[in-house]
């Protein structure tokens, strides 16, 4: 069974930056197609970014593009979401999620296995 644990998450004033860990076990990070995506208070929860098996591929929110980089240390089991220029509409839960595979997919009914969240706050 594989589990996810991010970690991370807290308070940034709007204009900083933040970095999200995943840490990956009970399953070979290499066979997971990875992905992120966030939920704020009274909306339904997104997609922001995936990751392929290989890594080759790296699909975004129209909206992060340029702001956000997700990537993946298989050694170590973790991916990674680095995240710049925040914004006060960042401000929501994030959550990894992964799922056997390997093309990176934006759709959250793809994913099989979830983490239980961290908050992101931007203050603004």
């Known amino acids: 069974q594989v589990q996810l644990v991010e970690s991370g998450g807290g308070l940034v004033q709007a204009g900083g930056s933040l970095r999200l860990s995943c840490a990956v076990s009970?399953?070979?990070?290499?066979?997971?197609?990875m992905g992120w995506f966030r939920q704020s208070p009274g909306k339904e929860r997104e997609f922001v970014a995936a990751?392929?098996?290989?890594?080759?591929?790296?699909p975004y929110k129209d909206s992060v593009k340029g702001r956000f980089t997700i990537s993946r240390d298989n050694a170590k089991s973790t991916v990674s979401l680095q995240m710049n220029s925040l914004k006060f509409e960042d401000t929501a839960v994030y959550y990894c999620?992964?799922?056997?595979?390997?093309?990176?997919?934006?759709?959250?009914?793809?994913?099989?296995?979830w983490g239980q969240g961290t908050q992101v706050t931007v203050s603004s």
């Open positions: 990751i392929s098996s290989s890594g080759s591929s790296t």
């Open positions: 009970g399953g070979t990070l290499r066979a997971l197609t």
């Open positions: 999620a992964a799922r056997i595979g390997s093309l990176a997919q934006v759709v959250e009914r793809e994913y099989t296995y």
